[in-house]
């Protein structure tokens, strides 16, 4: 995880290992599974253990990946419009009894399972528009958005660190006990209007958050 071994490396043999560490033979083979089940080493047949090219993908929570970068891509799970939990209503200020359009997404990287999305929005501003389609959008919410009226201006954040569901557990197909990351992002366009609200859940082994700030504006 640090780079100190790139990727490619082939890593010491069993008994060097056990050497190295002064322990069971068993304990470096149960090390060993456990690397190759978290993606950071794979194996060949007679040759040995190797280092896997599989760093953190460093997200820039100020945008999405738009335009989408090489190798990204998802998959649309399903579209409906749902009375959304508690705290999802109230981040978009919904009357009583209020509606929203659900987009739940899987994101992937070279085929690979990278990030979960509930994303909703508004039926009030969603109702009668690709948002509400089971369609892919071209070029994102986002360009929707702007062309109703509701620009995006900004979003607040809130991130925690929890073990995942079992839906999580299987839809990013992680190993056993590797928690993820919980993004709770609230998108606001004009006079502080909440327009969507998406819970993101990444795995917490594979990602790393970057932001910026800037002090004094």
Known sequence: MSGELKAGV??????????????????????????????FVFSQAGKGVFVRDRQPHIVRVGAYFTPTPPGYSYKLLD????????????????????????????????????????????????????????????????AVLAELGYPERYFVDHVSARLPTTEELEGLDLPDDVPVMRQFRVIYSDDDRPVEVSILIKPAHLYELAYRETIGE
């Open 79 to 142: 579209v409906s419009e749902v009375q959304p939990p508690v705290d999802v209503a109230e981040a978009l200020a919904l009357e009583a009894g209020g509606t929203a359009f659900l987009r739940h997404r899987l994101g992937l990287y070279a085929d690979d399972p990278l990030e979960l999305s509930w994303s909703y929005y508004p039926a009030t501003i969603a109702a009668d528009t690709v948002l509400a389609g089971r369609a892919k959008i071209r070029g994102g919410a986002p």
């Open 10 to 39: 082939q890593l010491p043999s069993i008994p060097q290992l056990v050497q190295s560490y002064a322990t069971a033979n068993t304990t470096i083979q149960r090390a060993l599974a456990d690397l190759k089940e978290e993606g």
